[in-house]
């Protein structure tokens, strides 16, 4: 009886999720425009997946309920918000511009745009080197995303490059695609601002292309306000001797889920993630992240922090995986919580597969509140417990942050961050 | 190079306690099935309890699929193809280890566990399983002056099925999972403490269990359950003989500890775990769980794994009672082909409970060696505190080591912390051991014991002692 109420209780599930599924598609418009071929691709593809569901084990702590509760349907174009100035030395593109986002900008010295056929050769390459040119996020912004910024890189670029995206009101869909080819030696910094409000959502896919010795520094601030929903994938293939930093920070969205997966094609290659992630109110922040090393000697340095507050919960799942082929792989994989309240949740899952012998791999997890010595010791100096509590909290997002491009200070993160802005 | 390819030499050594002892054996016809069910229950002369309990287990069981979330890999099982109940022709219990078949304690001489040896020599009980059926028992009425009871589940069923009824799937449902609930059915026999209230129990109680019938799965059930402030320490070891079908094993214990209560219970595993092509092996699917019911009560798991073909095994703790504590120790070798996915669980109900687990992986050969563990807090755990923490050592470049440990906390007032790492055994360490006159072979198996330690310390003192023998065992041989 009880097999046969909890089946229905599935079933049920999986019309609804098939219905949204089909609900998405048909507010879709007609696929046109340069990514005529992957939208199609990608809509086929999401009518024979329903959405992923908690028996998945890469899914089975997200609970998708808020992005099936919205209906978002595409935007043509944005509204340029109230943001603040573009800091100095850097060129801020506005993605979801009405018309061309390059419109009355010039690029800087050593970045091109990639012409029809080279977009058409390099999009999606990274994403199957990445095995997750499959992957439900990845179709669902394939299906939708009407049009995709593709860059080369071909030098050192000393400006910052700043990409604003806004997903602002109800029922807006706001896909965001982003190809960057890095050539031999170059490179770039870039800082990516997401803003979410209202029962928007937001999907990002980001492919790069790390050429040998080049240097991509990659900042993602993502910002929302419940019930917004932001889906993020980030592709990065590295030939030897490049070097990835990607540092991430997301908060305040009903459903943040991001995916950062990073192949060192050859190995020799240095990569490292930052991130920070804060859920409170009744947000869900994931993160599930993969490195894989298919050469030797690469190097991996992972900070993952997450602070879980109110009714809030976060959710960490990091792959690290070393096949045969990864001697002298040094990794370290870091997942250090906070966990402020009664209610909220922390899970976390550090995953390290290896199969080569000479390597070191490390990796270590904590969940905890806020240190009592270090509370006490800020009040023995006179502060009050509040403030005392909020300066380890300043403290312990400020790891994270400062390793954002210097471009971010702008947006005022920490501020935003902690809800003092 | 040359360094890592010997020390695969030295642990490819072939199972020294592979052989068949030929005992007459009371068997049932292969399949399962609900009669099959009925008729072990009724070949042991069960209670209806009982009867009832086994076949809604086998009902369950029906409904049931057998997980494949583990990363393990292995030929589909064909559950009619195993006979679930195998007897040895040993019909009257006997009054002394003279009476018993001499075949059998050949067969433990062999093991190096000479039931009459340490009997005289040390102050240890020994409950033999032999195939199902308890053969010999000692010192049981010496344990019974203490109020100890320490017999086979079958004898308990029979001479204090009161305490059977309240305590048995109390800790592992039957429907708890695939393997539990195929053993709940069908269970053939396995052991039966209690330990009344305020008793330390006077002596390390140890069971040697041994598979010796070709095609027999078997279905240990062990329950064991500590009163309020009562304590014991259970060892169980375990070999069998070289076959080439794969044999499964899906044992079921279950721990119980009421308040001020403490189990500790401690297990060395070295059963065949196939040649060097995967061929034959024992498939070792265990269920293990302890309940920390009282406050303050403590259990702890300590284990040597060395064999099996295939092994999936999660000695887990609830704790619920507060202030309790569960521990888990593990050394998990693999070689060849064989696959050990194993770890712990400790679910933290109450509060101010804590939990310790510390595991070492040892992969070899083309093995793969998975740590999967759960630390739980509860959102009542307030105080909670658990410490893990994970090594893994490689020899060789084709072996796997995996760690997934997961991590849900749900109380603020809860401190998690895990840490993992891996090494190898290195040419400079080796160097520098054979430098100061150490001999390749005991350096390896130095550096293994060393690796080891921090398990082994909490073995009791005749286990340790097996435990270093057996992966000595392991590790010795000609040098390359």
């Known amino acids: 009886m009880v097999a046969a109420m909890s089946n229905s209780a599935s079933n049920s599930a999986a019309v609804a999720a098939s219905s949204w599924v089909t609900t998405f598609l048909e507010r879709l418009p007609a696929p046109a425009g340069e990514l005529e071929a992957v939208q199609w691709r990608g809509r086929e593809a999401l009518s024979r997946q329903p959405l992923p569901t908690r028996r998945q084990e890469d899914w089975r702590f997200t609970d998708l309920a808020p992005l099936t509760a919205l209906t978002p349907a595409l935007a043509p174009a944005g509204e340029q918000g109230s943001w603040p100035e573009p800091a100095a030395g850097a060129v801020r593109l506005w993605l979801d511009a009405p018309g061309d986002p390059l419109a009355g900008q010039s690029l800087p010295a050593g970045i091109s745009l990639l012409g029809a056929d080279e977009v058409q050769q390099a999009l999606g390459h990274t994403l199957a080197a990445c095995n997750c040119e499959q992957h439900w996020p990845v179709e669902l912004n394939q299906a939708s995303a009407p049009r995709v910024l593709a860059l080369r890189v071909s030098a050192v670029v000393a400006p910052i490059l700043e990409l604003v995206s806004q997903a602002a009101g109800d029922g807006v869909m706001r896909p965001v695609r982003v190809l960057l080819l890095l050539e031999e030696k170059a490179s770039l910094e870039v800082l990516q601002v997401q803003l979410g409000s209202g029962s928007s959502l937001t999907s990002l896919v980001i492919e790069a292309h790390l050429g040998r010795e080049s240097t991509l520094r990659h900042g993602l601030l993502a910002l929302g306000e419940s019930p917004a929903c932001f889906l993020g994938h980030l592709a990065v293939e590295q030939e030897p001797r490049s070097l990835l930093e990607s540092v991430w920070a997301s908060h305040g969205w009903a459903l943040s889920r991001f995916e950062p997966r990073v192949v060192q094609v050859d190995g020799e290659a240095t990569t490292s993630l930052k991130a920070l992630q804060l859920a409170d109110g009744q947000q869900l922040a994931d993160t599930h992240s993969r490195v894989e090393f298919r050469g030797p000697e690469g190097q991996l340095d992972q900070l993952h922090k997450a602070i879980a507050d109110d009714r809030g919960r976060s959710v960490f799942n990091g792959a690290v995986k070393v096949p045969r082929a990864a001697q002298r792989t040094n990794a370290s994989q870091l997942s250090r919580n906070l966990l402020l309240s009664n209610q909220a949740r922390i899970d976390t899952k550090p995953e390290l597969e290896i199969v080569a012998d000479d390597v070191r791999c490390a990796h270590g997890a904590t969940v905890s509140r806020l240190q009592t010595d270090e509370l006490f010791y800020l009040q023995s100096r006179g502060l009050s417990a509040a403030v005392a509590a909020g300066l380890l909290k300043r403290g312990f997002c400020e790891e994270v942050l400062r390793a954002l491009p210097a471009a971010a200070a702008a947006w005022r993160p920490l501020q935003r961050l902690l809800g003092e802005a | ?480």
């Not at chain 2, 006077?202 to 009163?227: C, H, K, W």
């Not at chain 2, 270093?468 to 392991?474: G, P, S």
């Open chain 2, 1 to 480: 190079m040359s360094s890592s390819t010997s020390v695969g030499d030295l642990v490819s050594q072939p199972y020294k306690y592979g052989f068949v002892t030929d005992i007459e054996t009371d068997k049932i016809d292969k399949g399962l099935s609900e009669d099959v069910v009925r008729l072990i229950s009724s070949k042991k002369d069960e209670p209806q309890f009982l009867l009832d309990f086994r076949l809604r287990a086998y009902k369950q069981w029906l409904r049931m699929e057998e997980p494949d979330w583990a990363t393990l890999g292995h030929p589909a099982i064909d559950y009619q193809e195993m006979i679930y109940y195998a007897a040895p022709r040993q019909q009257e219990k006997k009054a002394s280890l003279d009476e018993v078949d001499p075949k059998l304690l050949e067969t433990f001489e062999k093991l190096g566990i000479p039931l009459s040896e340490q009997k005289r020599l040390s102050n240890v009980a020994v409950d033999a399983v032999f195939d199902s059926v308890s053969i010999a028992t000692t010192y049981r009425e010496k344990l019974a002056e203490h109020g100890v009871i320490f017999c086979s589940i079958s004898e308990a069923v029979k001479d204090h099925p009161d305490l059977i009824e309240r305590y048995l799937g109390t800790v592992v449902p039957s429907n708890d999972n695939f393997f539990a609930a195929l053993n709940s059915a069908v269970f053939s026999d396995g052991s039966f403490v209690f330990i009344p209230k305020g008793v330390a129990c006077p002596m390390e109680l140890s069971t040697y269990f041994r598979i010796n019938s070709g095609d027999t799965g078997q279905f240990e059930r062990t329950l064991i359950v500590a009163e309020e402030g009562a304590s014991v320490s259970y060892l169980e070891g375990c070999t069998a003989p070289m076959f080439d079908t794969n044999q499964l094993h899906a044992a079921v214990v279950e721990l119980v500890t009421l308040d001020d209560a403490s189990i500790k219970y401690s297990t060395v595993q070295n059963w065949y775990a196939g040649d060097e092509n995967g061929v034959g092996g024992i498939y070792n699917f265990v269920t293990k769980r302890g309940h920390c019911r009282g406050d303050r009560s403590h259990i702890s798991w300590t284990q040597v794994e060395t064999g099996s073909a295939i092994t999936w095994k999660y000695p887990s703790c609830v704790l619920q009672g507060a202030d309790s504590v569960g521990e888990f120790y593990s050394v998990a070798l693999t070689n060849n082909l064989q696959q050990a996915d194993t770890g712990t669980k400790m679910v933290h109900v109450g509060p101010r409970t804590r939990s310790t687990i510390v595991s070492k992986g040892i992969s070899a050969g083309r093995s793969s060696n998975s740590y999967r563990g759960l630390v739980q807090i509860g959102p009542k755990a307030t105080g909670a505190r658990n410490y893990s923490q994970c090594d893994s050592m490689l020899i060789g470049d084709q072996a796997a080591a995996n760690t997934y440990p997961y991590i849900r906390s749900q109380q603020p007032e809860a401190s998690v912390e895990h840490e993992a790492s891996t090494c190898r055994i290195s040419a400079d360490q080796l160097f520098y051991l054979q430098s100061r006159g150490i001999g390749f072979e005991e350096a390896v198996s130095m550096m293994v014991s060393g690796f080891c330690r921090d398990v082994f310390n909490q073995l009791p003192m005749e286990f340790a002692a097996e435990a270093d023998k057996l992966l000595a065992l392991k590790l010795e041989g000609s040098v390359g």
